[in-house]
């Protein structure tokens, strides 16, 4: 299955992506282009030195706006024949021109175990909220933020003594495994949506 990466800058998730790739793990998945919505963004460097294609689309200051921008992004990766997309750190909200691309086929990494926490800063939000435990999520994206049908999920302590750094660096460490094992399943195609649940099919 031909994959688009979208990322937004240091690309930790699409490295462990295209280490894995490289190792034999993901054997289904076709890496096609990785597309930043920052030039800067780190996650480029990681893509080029594995040879992937990139693309950076600014939104800053894109001609038309939100809808217009993730409109050019849509384009893009249907233009490289991209099939299914992988959210890794992609720090935008995604638009009806993606969803519409890419029916339930685009998938998102977020660091809690939603639907506790969504949006910005969840590592801050599951310490403020006192929680015991905590991980990450991958799960196919809707229209919602951080909403959709859940695929993976593997959790962490939380210790008397973390602070975000530390809960965030235990909880990575987790997504690394979690995005390769949704990307596995999803680019095997072997997963079905009943409802607001996904099922493994094999
Ligand atoms: C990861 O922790 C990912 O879960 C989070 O951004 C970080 C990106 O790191 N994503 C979100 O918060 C999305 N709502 P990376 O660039 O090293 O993969």
Same mark, same amino acid.
């Given at each position: 299955m031909k994959l688009g990466v979208l990322i937004s800058g240091r690309g930790s998730n699409l490295e462990a992506l295209l280490k894995a790739h490289a190792a034999g793990? !993901?054997?289904?998945?076709?890496? /096609?282009i990785v597309v930043a919505? *920052?030039?800067? /963004?780190?996650g480029l460097d990681i893509a080029r030195a594995h040879g992937i294609k990139t693309a950076a689309i600014a939104h800053?200051?894109?001609? #038309? =706006?939100r809808q217009a921008h993730d409109a050019a992004v849509a384009r893009t990766l249907k233009e490289h024949g991209v099939e299914a997309v992988v @959210? /890794? #750190?992609?720090?935008r909200i995604i638009g009806r021109a993606m969803l519409e691309a890419f029916p339930h086929r685009i998938v998102n990494i977020h660091? +809690? !175990?939603?639907? +506790?926490?969504? #949006? @910005?800063?969840a590592q801050e939000q599951a310490l403020a909220g006192g929680v015991r435990v905590s991980g990450c999520t991958v799960h196919f994206v809707d229209e =919602?933020? *951080?909403s959709g049908p859940i695929i993976v999920q593997k959790t962490v302590p939380v210790l008397d003594d973390d602070d975000a750094e530390s809960l965030s660096a235990r909880i990575l460490v987790q997504e690394h495994l979690a995005i390769v094992e949704a990307v596995d399943l999803l680019s095997r195609g072997v997963l079905r949506i009943e409802n607001r649940r996904v099922r493994r099919m094999e």
């Open positions: 793990k !993901l054997p289904a998945a076709d890496f /096609a919505n *920052d030039p800067q /963004a780190r800053r200051g894109f001609p #038309g =706006g @959210l /890794a #750190g992609y720090m660091p +809690s !175990l939603l639907p +506790s926490f969504p #949006g @910005l800063h =919602g933020v *951080d």
